[in-house]
């Protein structure tokens, strides 16, 4: 059995129902076996880089999970095919989306996946969720979130 690793999950959509969708990825994590320890409140916001759609619901989730990064990725893309993402536009209009944002072990990078992700430090729709739930964290090169 591997150790438990902590993941910081960031969560978003802006077509169907994304409540629901958020709540179906939440909950397939957890039937993988993966344990939800805290979820954000749902944040309206604005799309970005790509404004003609409609606006986004985001959360963000901390987790503990066996998995390393590349097999949690993986879990996360086979959850966003099951709730009915289809490949699209990028930054358009999705029924859900799933990123891997930070993870206790620090950095991870790969040719399919970057820990902490590499644009968090400048989207707020992710920033305000993650400080909801952990007002502390603290980036692998030492910042404090709240700082970015």
């Known amino acids: 059995m591997r150790p438990r690793s902590t993941y910081w999950i960031g969560l978003g959509a802006n077509l169907g129902d994304p409540p629901r969708a958020m709540a179906a990825m939440l909950e397939g994590l957890a039937a993988a076996g993966d344990r939800i320890e805290a979820a954000s409140s749902l944040y309206r916001t604005a799309p970005r880089d790509l404004e003609d759609q409609p606006p986004f619901l985001n ?3 901390r987790l503990s999970s066996e998995a390393d990064p590349r097999a ?4 996360v893309k086979d959850l966003e095919s099951a709730i009915g993402r289809r490949p699209g536009l990028r930054f358009g209009p999705r029924l ?3 990123d891997l944002l930070l993870w206790s072990g620090g950095a991870w990078s790969d040719a399919a996946l970057v820990i902490p992700h590499p644009r968090l430090a400048d989207r707020r729709f992710a920033l305000v969720p993650l400080l909801e739930i952990d007002p502390d964290l603290v980036l692998p090169d030492g910042r404090g979130l709240a700082e970015c």
């Open 72 to 75: 949690l990725l993986a879990r």
């Open 59 to 61: 959360a963000a989730a």
């Open 96 to 98: 859900i989306d799933c």
